[in-house]
């Protein structure tokens, strides 16, 4: 049983910064992609950045030169990095193999908001 388990949102101001985790057990993830998405209510969840086995990045044009994908595949853990973060990065956000084969966690919640 693969449980995903994202942490780390929170309130924060504009200009801010959090650290999000996905927590991955019950399948090692170290030799696939991973990603992070993320959904506004009544949105379609979006594609925010992807990171390959060999730690090749993608970055949705919204969040480039913002946000920092990286994985720790001893922990069989994901990372995002996110500065300088704006109002319109608050979502919901969750992780995933790219090819989307796990059942999705619950999410962790970025507000940003002054």
């Known amino acids: 049983h693969v449980q995903l388990v994202e942490s780390g949102g929170g309130l924060v101001q504009p200009g801010g910064s959090l650290r999000l985790t996905c927590a991955v057990s019950?399948?090692?993830?170290?030799?696939?992609?991973m990603v992070w998405y993320r959904q506004v209510p009544g949105k379609q969840r979006e594609l925010v950045a992807s990171i390959t086995s060999t730690r090749s990045t993608y970055y949705a044009a919204y969040v480039t030169g913002r946000f920092t994908i990286s994985r720790d595949n001893a922990q069989n853990t994901l990372y995002l990095q996110m500065n300088t973060l704006k109002p319109e990065d608050t979502a919901v956000y969750y992780c995933n193999r790219m090819d989307g084969a796990f059942s999705w966690g619950q999410g962790t919640q970025v507000a940003v908001s002054s």
């Open positions: 019950g399948s090692n993830v170290r030799a696939y992609a």
